[in-house]
């Protein structure tokens, strides 16, 4: 993931890598967007435990990914020896992206920047003529969006002048980062299947680091779990007639063709 330095610790907060397991099918369809291929340049900007980067490495291509937080990329590192898999893995966020490839990829990764047209100018200079950008990012109206608003009540505010992550799911505001570029994009959805509300909602504390790092917090002031409960009341919206939540999140696939 991309997000500001002094929050990078966050992301391994929590058990990311069960969350991120859930979200490989949209590091798949990313991966299917951009098409690469022997020969194609590729870089995964947020990688996480590296999904798109190794969905890219099996199509044939190089691929390199980025990643601020070091937790995870020792984790994508060894996925990767273990799949025999040829990655080159750097740390650094959307600031420091290397060199210039046919192909740059962002699941969940860029919406996180603080600086949202920033993160996009950086997508488009890593983008080699010719190329292409695809990025994947929660919609404001999904079930993530609704699960972060459960929670907001009980977080920190965020810092000032941040800009919301969801708003890379507006296609609206996706085109106006990307104005002067060909933009195309699609709805697609990551499905999540819970045996109960509770469930789901224990699931979404456990994975998240922001919320795993205000547990003790929480557990002070007797908020602890009352955020459980906010959260299973969004997952009661998705429940099945025997009880268990069969329930899927919008994101918004862009293609970007950058104009040279």
Known sequence: MTS???ATSTWAAGDYPAMAAHLSPAADRVVAAAAPGPGTTVLDVGTGTGNAAFAAART?????????????LA?????????GLAVTFEEGDTDRLPGTHDRV???????YAPD????????VRACAPGGRIVSAAWTPDGLMAAANRAAGPYLPPPPPGGQPPVRWGDAAYVRALFAGHEVSVTTERVSFAF??????AAFWVRTAGHLQAERDRLLADDSWLALHHDLAAVFADHTTADGTVDANS??????????R
């Open 4 to 6: 500001p330095s002094s």
């Open 60 to 72: 044939g291509a190089a691929v390199t990914a980025v990643d601020p937080t070091p937790e995870l």
């Open 75 to 83: 984790i994508a590192r060894r996925r990767a020896d273990e799949e």
């Open 105 to 111: 990829l962002s699941v969940f990764g860029a919406m």
């Open 116 to 123: 949202h047209a920033r993160a996009a100018d950086a997508l």
């Open 195 to 200: 045996a109960s509300p509770a469930a789901a």
């Open 250 to 259: 919008a994101y918004l696939l862009a293609v970007v063709r950058p104009d």
